[in-house]
């Protein structure tokens, strides 16, 4: 997917520096492509894997003379995870509707916007999903807004483990996925996280009711 940026690579770099930072990030990018659901852009896993690796090369040959080796590698690691995060949306597009519509009940609206003349110049429908997902990030902790992207953008590891990936995640599996011990604890962690989150749905609900067309 990065390929094309990778025709100009220095003569002269820091090999060991390029081999420690790439050790450094393997495990990321083995979480990160394992993220991603290859079979929703008819690829297999390896594709995906060497995506990151493109991502990779194109970061550190950007900032390698620019930037210190620490520096360089937050670069890396935050470009890796941005990377997964454009993916997600680009394959999880019709989720992310669904949960838009879940939350503000566009189906009259919708058909309003439809008949919008092309040349409009603002995708509106876009923008409200934009004002649904902001106001979600917004109002959650960083790890609710976690189990959020889990539960409506659930990892190939995650549905390949459920029979009927439509049912609700077993919270047992998200710990699981995170790498956490599924302790009495965590479980009990998780679940209030998972109200809180049920809690914030429902105020979005009552917000986007009154606020539909109140695009910046």
């Excluded at 210190?68 to 394959?91: C, D, Q, V």
């Excluded at 390949?160 to 956490?180: A, H, V, W, Y």
Aim: overall charge neutral.
């Amino acid at each position: 997917m990065e390929i094309h940026r990778l025709k100009q690579v220095p003569e002269n770099y820091d090999r060991e520096l390029f081999n420690n930072l790439y050790e450094a990030t393997h495990s990321l990018r083995k979480s990160l492509t394992y993220q991603v659901d290859a079979r929703r852009f008819g690829v297999s896993p390896d594709i995906i894997a060497s995506w990151f690796d493109d991502k990779f090369i194109y970061v550190f040959f950007k900032y390698c003379n620019t930037k210190t080796p620490e520096m360089l590698k937050g670069y890396i690691i935050n470009s890796l995870r941005t990377f997964k995060l454009r993916m997600l949306r680009k394959a999880y597009q019709e989720s992310y509707i669904e949960l838009y519509n879940n939350i503000v009940h566009l189906e009259d609206q919708e058909k309003e916007l439809a008949n919008l003349p092309d040349d409009s110049g603002v995708n509106e429908r876009e923008a409200l999903l934009e004002m649904a997902l902001s106001y979600l990030k917004d109002r959650l902790q960083i790890e609710a807004y976690t189990i959020l992207e889990i539960t409506i953008n659930p990892p190939l590891y995650i549905t390949s483990q459920m029979k009927d990936p439509t049912n609700r995640i077993p919270t047992k599996l998200i710990l699981e996925f995170l790498d956490i011990k599924p302790t009495d604890e965590m479980v009990s962690k998780v679940n209030k996280i998972r109200r809180q989150i049920e809690e914030v749905i429902y105020a979005a609900k009552q917000h986007f009711k009154g606020n539909l067309f109140k695009v910046a």
